[in-house]
Structure formats: C-alpha cells, structure tokens
C-alpha cells in the first residue's frame, strides 16, 4: 500500500517550453501533496505543499507564476514548470499524505529528472 | 524554524557489522515527529523508520532502530547486521504535529557504503 507515481521519470526539453509533471496517489486519497526539489548530491528542499481543492503554499523563494501547482483530485497533483531555463534543471519529487487518524507520514513518488536544454 | 543536522556526509561500515547515523535537530516544539528515510540510486525515497517525539520508548523496524534522546535534541539511526542492500543516501527529517504544518524538514544527508 502508500504507492505514489510520478509521470514522465524524465524529460528532457528546449529552453522557454513548459513541462507538466504527474504526481498520482495509486492506492489511497491523498488531501496533501507536497513537491520537493533536488540538485545533485544534495538534500531535498520543499518547494509548495499542494491541498486539494485550495491553492497551493509556496515556500519563501519560490516563484508561484513559474513553478505552477494543481491538486485537481484527491489523487493528482500537477507541477507544471513554465518557460523553463536551464537553471530549472533538478530532481523533481512529489510525495503524498493521508488524511485522518495517525497519519503522518509522507510517501513519496519515484521522482523526475528534469534537464532544459 | 527547525533545523536537521547530518554532522556525516558519508559512512561505511563492513557487510554484517552494525553502524550508527547521527542527527540532530533544533525545534522549540515539544510534540512534533522524526523519521529516516533511505535513497538508493534509483532516487526513490523510502521510509525507514519514523519516532513520534511523546513516545519515550525506541522505535525498531526489524534491524533498524533508533536511539532518541529527547533532551539532547538527537536521533540517531542504528543499522544492525549491514547487507549490501543498505548502500544508499539517508535523510533525516523532522515535522511538527501542529495541524496544517506538515511539511518535513530534511538533514543534508549520509552516503552509507557496505563495504562487502
């Protein structure tokens, strides 16, 4: 049980393009889904925690208009990187939380690697 | 705001042997959650064991357990009987268990290798 997916697990695209990533909850409702960014060799850092139905959070630093955030159902959330540059580059990972009793933990998805050319 | 700190980038330990991951946190929360969580090449991150702060006694998952110390604001990972399969980065990471904060806050990490 607690699978969560992510689609595409890699995308390569031209600098000013928009890219979507999927992030699915496959066997539970997830109400909070959170996006995290990861450079190489380094700690994943938070970048929006995601409510169904309810505008995402953004933590400080993170650019809204750019890195756009659509919890649509209580099993998708969408991370959509508009006109991406280079220095977009990363490791995408989502990961999804339960809701109710004693669950407190997130899992996570297999992530994206994300290059721009 | 809460801080996690991996005070080792990297391990190893011998195949069988036992090793010890330290962490520390600084939080001004007294009710709040820990985990660890492993990242094998693959990237995929996997829950290895989590610690609810109000819970005096040890949690233990199989030959993983921890050893928090509530005061001194630690929580170290203990491997026992290392298998090649352990080799990964290891995160560790804390959350608060106010309603609505549930975002995890992650050390830099430690690369393990087994050593065979």
């Known amino acids: 049980g607690a699978v969560v997916s992510q689609h595409p697990s890699r995308v390569i695209c031209k600098s000013g393009t928009s890219v979507k990533i999927e992030c699915r909850s496959l066997?539970?409702?997830?109400?909070?889904m959170f996006w995290y960014r990861q450079f190489p060799k380094q700690s994943l850092m938070l970048m929006a925690t995601?409510?169904?139905?309810?505008?995402?959070?953004?933590e400080q630093g993170v650019e809204k208009d750019k890195f756009l955030i659509n919890h649509a159902s209580l099993t998708l959330s969408t991370l959509t990187v508009t006109s991406a540059h280079p220095e977009d580059s990363s490791f995408y990972i989502c990961?999804?939380?339960?809701?109710?009793?004693?669950?407190?933990?997130?899992?996570f998805g297999p992530g994206t690697r994300l290059t721009v050319l | 705001a809460q801080t996690v700190t991996q005070s080792q980038p990297e391990m190893s330990v011998q195949e069988a042997e036992t090793v010890t991951l330290s962490c520390t946190y600084d939080?001004?929360?007294?009710?709040?959650?820990l985990f660890w969580y492993k990242q094998p090449p693959s990237r995929q991150m996997i829950l290895v064991i989590r610690?609810?702060?109000?819970?005096?006694q040890n949690a233990t998952e199989n030959r993983f357990s921890v050893n928090f110390q509530k005061a001194a604001k630690s929580f170290s990972l203990k491997i026992s009987d290392s298998q090649l399969g352990d080799a990964a980065m290891y995160f560790c990471?804390?959350?608060?268990?106010?309603?609505?904060?549930?975002?995890?806050?992650f050390g830099t990490g430690t690369r393990l290798t087994i050593i065979p």
């Open positions: 990961s999804a939380k339960t809701s109710g009793g004693s669950t407190d933990t997130q899992y």
């Open positions: 066997d539970f409702q997830a109400t909070t």
């Open positions: 995601s409510n169904e139905g309810s505008k995402a959070t953004y």
């Open positions: 939080t001004s929360e007294s009710d709040y959650y």
């Open positions: 610690q609810e702060a109000y819970k005096q």
């Open positions: 990471a804390y959350r608060s268990s106010d309603f609505g904060n549930e975002k995890l806050t």
